[in-house]
Structure formats: structure tokens, C-alpha cells
């Protein structure tokens, strides 16, 4: 089976401007989750969604969003993009999105933001 | 709230040696916990996890994980290191379906 695919592997932005990420999750996995990796703050969770829902969001502001669609793909917008927002944005499914599932992980998408 | 503290942001090994990468949790009611690795400019790799059962996981790569539930801890040892092993390491616990990472632990396998 392929893996969990992300694209672009590669954004830069300026600060104001909004940028859509996309994540292709493992066939058959219908849960998605996203999380965000930067040197200060760690691996930190956005949001998961399952079965075109979406079942937990992080603390995060509302500039950052997400949808997923019927065939499981996942997209996460960020608006009025500022410095802080610079980071490694992950992208992971699961099965079932049960807890004891493990999450498989996509590349990432490195957001530099200008 | 859940939370997992690795306590050692840097570990240093010889190869053929033990190594063990050091995690700690706390949780509300049983916890799910997960061993990830990450390689330079890729994502995360699942190594193991514990769900319930045997204390001692194994895992990918040679990789074991000790479930400890009096001291919260769920270290990750691996009998013989290679210097391939060098990586970021990440303990993570899962409630509701939420990962919650701890900081990390650079793990440098020196030949």
C-alpha cells in the first residue's frame, strides 16, 4: 500500500497571505489528523477529522482550518499567514481513528512563511 | 490532561551498546502510548505501541518499550545500538484519538 502523501512538500508564503496544504491518507484509513512541528513548541496537535467530520480540534486559533472529503482526503488552510506560523506540518491517518490505532505519518508539507 | 515528558533531550551511545530513551506519562484512565522516530526532513516512523498486556513491547527495528504503570514510564531500549539508530526519537500518548507528544530525544550512536 502506498504511504500517506502530502503536497507541496515545499511552501514559501508571505505573511498576510493564505496557503492550503493536501494529505492523501493510506487506502482505506478514513481517519486524518494534522499536526504541526516547530524548535519551540514541539509536535502540537491541529485537528482530526473522521468520515468527512470534524471530531477534535487542538488550540490553535480559528485562522487554521480543515476539511476532509468523501474519498478521506484531507486539506488544512491557514489565513492571514504570519511568522509564527513557519513550521513542518504533519499529516497522519489511522484505521479506524480509535484510539489504540497507530497513526501513520506523510512527509510533511515545510511552511516558510516571509 | 494528558501530558509525556522525555527527560533528556540528547542521548549518547556507542554502537553495540544498550541504549534506552527515557518517557513518562500521565494520563486519566489507561493509556495508549506510541514510540515514533524521525529521520532528518521526513516524518514519523511507528516503532511500537502499548495497548494493554505484556509490559515488555516489541517493536520495529530491534526497538522494545517497557510499560511501567507505578513509575508512569514507557522507556524504549534496544539491546545492541547501530549508528543508524541516530534519530530524533518522540514518546506520544493517544487519548481520544489525539497524540500528545513529548519533546524528544536525539538519540547520537557513535561508532
Known amino acids: 500500500k502506498a504511504g500517506v502523501t502530502q503536497t507541496p512538500r515545499y511552501l514559501i508564503k508571505t505573511r498576510g497571505q493564505q496557503v492550503t496544504l493536501s494529505c492523501s491518507p493510506i487506502?482505506?484509513?478514513?481517519?486524518v489528523s494534522w499536526y504541526q512541528q516547530t524548535p519551540g513548541q514541539g509536535l502540537q496537535f491541529l485537528f482530526e477529522y473522521f468520515s468527512e467530520t470534524q471530531r477534535n480540534k487542538g488550540n490553535f486559533p480559528g485562522r487554521f482550518s480543515g476539511r476532509q472529503f468523501s474519498n478521506s482526503r484531507s486539506e488544512m488552510n491557514v489565513s492571514t499567514l504570519e511568522l509564527g506560523d513557519s513550521a513542518l506540518y504533519l499529516c497522519a491517518s489511522s484505521l479506524a481513528g480509535q484510539g489504540h490505532n497507530e497513526q501513520f505519518f506523510g512527509p510533511g508539507t515545510r511552511l516558510t512563511v516571509l | 490532561a494528558q501530558s509525556v515528558a522525555q527527560p533528556e533531550d540528547q542521548v549518547n551511545v556507542a554502537e553495540g551498546n544498550p541504549l534506552t530513551v527515557k518517557c513518562t506519562y500521565s494520563?486519566?484512565?489507561?493509556?495508549?502510548l506510541f514510540w515514533y522516530v524521525q529521520y532528518p526532513n521526513r516524518g514519523l516512523q511507528f516503532l511500537l505501541k502499548y495497548i494493554t498486556g505484556d509490559n515488555l513491547v516489541k517493536g520495529s527495528y530491534g526497538f522494545e518499550a517497557e510499560f511501567n504503570k507505578s513509575q508512569t514510564s514507557f522507556h524504549l531500549k534496544k539491546p545492541s545500538a547501530l549508528v543508524s539508530d541516530s534519530a530524533l526519537y518522540f514518546c506520544a500518548v493517544n487519548y481520544g484519538n489525539m497524540l500528545t507528544f513529548g519533546g524528544g530525544t536525539r538519540l547520537m550512536v557513535k561508532p
Open positions: 494520563v486519566s484512565g489507561n493509556p495508549y
Open positions: 487506502s482505506g484509513h478514513r481517519s
